[in-house]
Structure formats: C-alpha cells, structure tokens
C-alpha cells in the first residue's frame, strides 16, 4: 500500500470544513439553528421545565463545532505524519498544519456572504487542534502501556 493513502482521511475531512465554510451566513445558521433546535427539544423532552437560553446554546455550539473539527483534523495530520515517518517533532507539524488550515479557514469565509473572519475562531481551532494532539499521544502511551503489561 501506498503511504500517501494515509493522507485520503485528512483532505476528505479537510473538503467538509470547505464545504461548511463555503456556505453562505444564512445557510450556515440554518443549519446550526436546526441542531440547537433539536438539542433544545431532547434536554426538554428529558427535564420538561427546564429553560435552555437558544442563543446562548446557539453560541455553544457554533464554537463547539470549530474546536471538534480542528480537533479531528490535527489527530488525522498526525496519524499520517506518524505513518509516513516517526519523528518526535510530528505533534507540532500536525498542529502547526491545522493552525494554518484554520487560518486560510476564516481567510476564504471572509469572501462568503453573509460569513466573517474571526481571529477568535483561529484561537478556538488551534485549541481544538492542541486538545486532539494531546489526546492522540495521552492514547498512544495508554495503549502501549497495556500492549506491554
């Protein structure tokens, strides 16, 4: 097998963040507005009078969605870099690949109408990114330490 095939799951997940980022403003807070919706509706469904503030949730889960995407994303630049070759430096290359994804990320919804560019996005994918990096290796040892027991 080819080491490059390594690389298929990053650039397919790399095209989704396109596609969602390519999507106009309104389209976007659609479909975000539909999964705030249908989280508002299961917390009532489970806690009937519990009041849950939509926009405040909204905000959640806008910015929940660029950490979980960066987060993925470095995880899977790693796991190609590691299988491409091993060296002690790949969680900073992975992490470093997916800031600046993130950053060419804002960059192109900057044209996209109805869509801004925010440096605090940027922040909250690089967190994202350093959180999946740390996950990664924290799993890495936990699966060598009982390979070895």
């Known amino acids: 097998m080819k080491k490059w095939f390594v690389w298929i799951p990053a650039l397919l997940w790399m095209g989704l963040i396109f596609f969602l980022s ?10 975000s507005g539909g999964i705030t919706k249908t989280i508002i509706d299961a ?8 009041e849950v503030p939509l926009e405040t949730l909204h905000f959640i889960i806008r910015k929940g969605a660029h950490f979980f995407s960066y ?7 790693f796991f190609a870099l590691n299988k491409m070759k091993k060296l002690s430096y790949n969680g900073l290359v992975a992490f470093l690949m997916a800031t600046i994804y993130a950053i060419t990320d804002e960059f192109h919804q900057y044209f996209i109408p109805g869509r801004v560019a925010a440096v605090t996005d940027v922040m909250i ?6 959180c999946g990096i740390i996950s990664y290796m924290l799993a890495l040892k936990v699966v060598k330490y009982f390979i070895k027991r």
Request: net charge negative; glycine share 10%; no cysteine.
């Open 22 to 31: 390519h999507q106009p403003g309104n389209d976007s807070g659609a479909l």
């Open 43 to 50: 917390i009532q469904y489970i806690v009937p009078k519990v």
């Open 71 to 77: 987060f993925v994303l470095a995880i899977l630049y």
């Open 125 to 130: 994918d690089s967190l994202g990114a350093l």
